[in-house]
Nanobody
Framework: QVQLVESGGGLVQPGGSLRLDCAAS????????MGWYRQAPGKQRELVAR???????NYVDSVKGRFVISRDSAKNTVSLQMNSLKPEDTAVYLC???????????WGQGTQVTVSA
């Protein structure tokens, strides 16, 4: 049974930092591309950052230079370091995995990030 379990969300002031972690189990981690999506109330879910099985990354323009995605194959985790947070970053952040060839995908339950003074 595949599980993606997020942690690290919370309330932070504008300009602050948070680190999100996603622990993956039940899958062969090295074969999966991993990503972080977010969904704010009344908005569509959007891809924030993605790290491919080979290690390359991409980011949505609004977070470039502020967020960094990384993966640890020894621990089967993917992390999102978020710096210089803005109120518009407020959303539920969801961990995502997709197999690099079959494209079978899995989602985590999500973790709330709130950026507010």
């Amino acid at each position: 049974q595949v599980q993606l379990v997020e942690s690290g969300g919370g309330l932070v002031q504008p300009g602050g930092s948070l680190r999100l972690d996603c622990a993956a189990s039940g899958l062969t981690f090295r074969l999966y591309n991993m990503g972080w999506y977010r969904q704010a109330p009344g908005k569509q879910r959007e891809l924030v950052a993605r790290i491919f099985s080979i290690g390359s990354t991409n980011y949505v323009d609004s977070v470039k230079g502020r967020f960094v995605i990384s993966r640890d194959s020894a621990k089967n985790t993917v992390s999102l370091q978020m710096n210089s947070l803005k109120p518009e970053d407020t959303a539920v952040y969801l961990c995502h995995a997709d197999h690099r060839t079959t494209m079978r995908e899995y989602w985590g339950q999500g973790t709330q990030v709130t950026v507010s003074a």
